[in-house]
């Protein structure tokens, strides 16, 4: 495999969208931007939407859905790595917004779901019925965490569920080739997670000792300290998970088996997209050190998404 830098100097890249005329779409958190990363390198932002703008993916409209968890307090190491260290102290509260590529506008679609607020959500993914589901991480302070949940939304804003709360700190949210079981992945306790979808925004729960229904593939693998953020999923139902200080792409199979895993030179590798020609290209953001960068011929192909640039 083969890696590129792309862009350098980003502000906490997360959720990248590869675009077919080249360029990557992602999100600069700690710049509070949507941002255009073009194939020449050069850095657009697309629109400025403040708090803490995380997961995003493109809706059947064309438009671009954020999950914006209302902000982060930053810390910077002494090697330079910047991580995400708590609650900001002018959070402006969790949402999932549409924005509009044409013209940069971006609306508030959800900022609560059957009476509860939406506290920090974090990644996205459609189904082919043009519905959403995503994650909300929750937020971290001083003294105190919140739990988040697993929720499904309708891409014209009219209405959100709940599909598992409380669950702790779901990061990374995907969906199987066949569309038919829903995955994410807890960042505290690096495990992946799956549900058997029965129904657009409906799952079917397991009992206890399940904490919320869901079944776990697997736990921590490999032994390392580490945590889990963001994810996608390859032709093969295979699960590419971006992974926290054991930094890199943990590959996970679809029965939570054949784990391996691709070292990366950021402790704070989190997420990942596929693209270009025939999804052989990895795009990942290095996010502790600020950059984006490409990986050629990546073993499998990435998996087509349900709407795509």
């Known amino acids: 495999m083969r890696i590129r830098e792309l ?39 697309v629109a400025h939407l403040g708090g803490g703008p995380n997961g995003a993916a493109i809706g059947p409209d064309g438009a671009v859905y954020v999950c914006n968890n209302g902000g982060f307090r930053w810390h910077t190491e002494a090697d330079g790595c910047m991580r995400p260290v708590g609650q900001a102290e002018d959070y402006s509260g969790g949402r999932i917004e549409r924005v509009n590529l044409a013209t940069g506008r ?65 990061n990374g949210i995907a969906l199987s080739p066949d569309g038919g079981t829903l995955y994410y992945a807890e960042t505290e306790g690096a495990r992946v997670w799956a549900f058997d979808i029965t129904a657009p925004g409906r799952v079917r729960k397991d009992g206890w000792p399940s904490p919320h229904g869901g079944r776990m593939l697997c736990a921590s693998p490999g032994g390392h300290y580490q945590r889990f953020d963001s994810m996608a999923v390859d032709a093969l139902g295979n699960l590419c998970v971006a992974t926290l200080l054991h930094g890199g792409i943990s590959i996970v199979a679809p ?9 990366l030179p950021d402790r704070y590798t989190t997420n990942i997209c596929f693209g270009g020609r025939d999804r052989r290209t990895a795009y990942v953001t290095l996010s502790g050190s600020g950059r984006l960068i490409a990986i050629d011929d990546w073993p499998t192909p990435g998996l087509a998404l349900n709407f795509e640039a």
Not at 23 to 43: C, F, K, M, N, P
Not at 131 to 145: A, I
């Open 7 to 45: 862009a350098t100097g980003l502000q906490f890249p997360e959720g990248p969208i590869a675009m077919d005329d080249g360029s990557v779409l992602l999100v600069e958190i700690a710049r509070g931007t949507l941002t255009r990363v073009r194939a020449d390198g050069l850095v657009q932002v």
């Open 106 to 170: 971006a609306e508030r679609l959800y900022d609560t779901v059957d009476g509860g607020a939406l506290c920090g959500p974090n990644d996205i993914v459609f189904d082919a019925h043009g519905g959403f589901y995503f994650t909300d991480l929750g937020k971290v302070r001083e003294r105190d965490m919140d739990r988040g949940g697993l929720f499904y939304g309708h891409a014209d804003g009219s209405t959100a569920s709940v599909i598992a709360r409380p669950v702790m700190t779901p």
């Open 255 to 263: 029965d939570g088996g054949a784990v391996e895993h691709v070292p």
